[in-house]
C-alpha cells in the first residue's frame, strides 16, 4: 500500500487503542513508484499529528516516519530495532509524560472529532509548495505555519474539548478552565464563539453554560 494513503484516522486509531509508539514506512522521497508522489503526503501528516501530541502532552517522537526502498531489508531492522528502543525507553503511553489515562483518552476523543476538519486545513492551507524532505521540516517548523495551526486547528480543539465537558453536564467558565488547563479569558472567547454559532447557550436557572 502506498504511504500516501495514510490517514490522520490511521495514526489516531493506533494511539487511541494503547500503542506506545507508531512507525511508517514509505518509498524514499522522489522515486516514488506513482505520480501522486505520496510519500510527501504522508510526511506532511505526520508533522501535523506531532504538533497535535505536543500540544496534548505527549512526546512526538513516538510517531516516526523513514523512507526507505522495499529491497533495504538491513536497513528496515536497523531502523525497526532503534525505534522500538526509543519507544521503551519513552515508557507507556501518556504514563511517562506524566497524563492521567482519563485525560488522555478525552484529549484523543477531542482530536478525533476534529479530523475531518483538520485534513481540510491541510488540503487548504498546510500543503508544501516544494517537493523536498528539507522544505517539508522547513514549512512546518515556520512562524507563519505555527500560527496557522495555532489559529484554525488549536483553537477548535481547545472548542471540541469544552463541548466535549458541557456534553456530560453543564459547567462555569473557571470550571472548564481548570478541568482543561486554559486561562479563563480564552475560555470566555471560546464560548462567545460557540455561543454566537448557537452550539452553547447560558442557563439562567443553573448560572452555567450547556449545549444547545
Not at 494511539?15 to 510519500?39: K, P, Q, S, W
Not at 497535535?52 to 516516519?65: D, S
Amino acid at each position: 500500500m502506498c504511504s500516501g494513503r495514510v490517514d490522520l484516522e490511521f495514526i489516531h486509531r493506533a494511539f487511541a487503542n494503547g500503542m506506545d509508539g507508531v512507525f511508517i514506512v514509505g518509498c524514499r522521497l522522489n522515486e516514488c513508484n506513482y505520480i501522486t508522489h505520496g510519500n510527501y503526503d504522508a510526511f506532511g501528516m505526520v508533522h501535523i499529528f506531532r504538533k497535535l501530541l505536543m500540544h496534548i502532552g505527549v512526546n512526538p517522537l513516538r510517531l516516526r516516519i523513514e523512507f526507505m526502498s522495499g529491497g533495504e531489508g538491513i536497513l528496515f531492522a536497523e531502523v525497526m530495532n532503534d525505534f522500538g528502543k526509543k519507544v521503551e525507553e519513552l515508557g507507556p503511553l501518556g504514563e511517562s509524560e506524566g497524563i492521567d489515562g482519563n485525560i488522555l483518552t478525552f484529549n484523543l476523543e477531542a482530536i478525533k472529532t476534529l479530523i475531518p476538519y483538520i485534513k481540510l486545513v491541510e488540503r487548504e492551507r498546510l500543503r508544501v509548495p516544494v517537493k523536498s524532505e528539507v522544505e517539508y521540516n522547513k514549512f512546518f517548523a515556520s512562524d507563519e505555519v505555527n500560527r496557522v495551526f495555532n489559529e484554525l486547528i488549536i483553537d477548535k480543539l481547545a472548542i471540541s474539548r469544552i463541548m466535549q465537558l458541557l456534553y456530560e453536564k453543564p459547567r462555569a467558565t473557571g470550571e472548564i478552565a481548570e478541568m482543561l488547563n486554559l486561562n479563563p479569558s480564552e475560555v470566555s472567547r471560546h464560548i462567545k464563539d460557540s455561543t454566537r454559532q448557537g452550539l452553547v447557550r447560558y442557563d439562567e436557572g443553573q448560572k452555567r453554560f450547556a449545549l444547545a
